[in-house]
């Protein structure tokens, strides 16, 4: 990757460069353009080779992720690449658009999936009604929230992870349409938390924390720091300017009440849960 990152590929947040994601095999490279890319993957390919790997072409994508216009990228080493505008990494899908929206979508349709599988569980008339809702939470929610702590969630987004979110209840307590049975009642004999509360207060909390506790050096708190750094007023560096119209919401303003202030101090308290020791391990999720 040192030989990649000598291509000048890379993208800057403040001081700080960024250059791949990797995760096991699998690795992000971010490029400013087409040329600069495509002398990254021909490095990429001839180091891998040295060593008796190569590129899956098949599996290699290229996605814009910026507001300019795409240029279509050469053929590398003989191969051509497909341009996406979605991609699953990892579990989630990245939007070209930068929108969960996508991601929220094929959620839906997992979980829609899960909870008709275990149809003869919802319909057992002896199993306990608490019995059920801890099936619901371990197996059908821990696959709905999968990748939702770093949602940046719009009120269209939240109205249907909360319908969705009520349905699956009302399936669980054998409610039809017809019955006319109010959406408080429902929650009322669940107990269950609603989709912004799990996803604020929990999921949301939980990596903003982990995140602010890692080591200064860390890409991760690297990229936080700056973007929160902007929040609160510094900018970027002496080049950067805001695009024209509207900011659009982003991820960091969804800590605490997204004023600079509530952010300063979501930050001191996150670190402050690391040193006393108040931080707790949440469940594993798997990624479908």
Same mark, same amino acid.
């Given at each position: ?5 000598? !291509? $000048? ?40 080779? @040295? ?7 098949? !599996?290699?994508?290229? @996605? ?28 989630? *899908? ?6 969960? @929206? ?21 319909? @057992? ?72 509360? *799990?996803? $604020? ?21 690297? $990229? ?62 798997? $990624?479908?």
């Amino acid at each position: 990757m040192e030989r990649v990152a000598s !291509k $000048a590929v890379f993208f800057s947040l403040g001081n700080d460069h960024f250059t791949d994601l990797d995760y096991a095999d699998d690795v992000v490279l971010f490029a400013h353009n087409m040329d600069d890319l495509h002398g990254a993957l021909e490095v990429f390919e001839t180091t891998a080779s @040295q060593l008796g790997l190569h590129i899956s072409w098949q !599996k290699t994508k290229i @996605q814009n992720l910026s507001a300019g216009d795409y240029t279509p990228c050469p053929p590398v080493c003989g191969h051509s690449l497909e341009e996406v505008t979605e991609f699953t990494y990892l579990g989630s *899908v990245q939007s070209t658009t930068g929108r969960c @929206q996508p991601d929220i979508i094929r959620r839906i349709g997992i979980v829609s999936t899960a909870m008709h599988s275990m149809n003869k569980v919802w319909r @057992q008339t002896r199993l306990q009604l608490q019995t059920k809702l801890r099936l619901y939470q371990t197996c059908i929610l821990s696959i709905f929230f999968y990748g939702s702590e770093t949602w940046t969630l719009l009120q269209e987004d939240l109205r249907k992870l909360e319908a969705f979110h009520m349905r699956c209840q009302r399936m669980i307590l054998g409610i039809r349409w017809h019955d006319f049975v109010r959406n408080t009642e429902v929650v009322d004999r669940t107990n269950l938390p609603c989709v912004r509360d *799990v996803i $604020a207060k929990w999921r949301r909390n939980s990596l903003f924390g982990h995140v602010v506790r890692l080591d200064d050096h860390m890409p991760a708190h690297r $990229a936080l720091s700056q973007v929160a750094a902007a929040r609160t007023g510094h900018r970027f560096g002496r080049g950067w300017r805001r695009q024209p119209g509207r900011p659009r919401l982003s991820w960091i303003q969804q800590i605490g009440d997204g004023t600079p202030f509530s952010i300063r101090a979501e930050w001191s308290k996150a670190r402050r849960r690391g040193h006393s020791g108040l931080t707790q391990r949440t469940s594993a999720v798997y $990624a479908i």
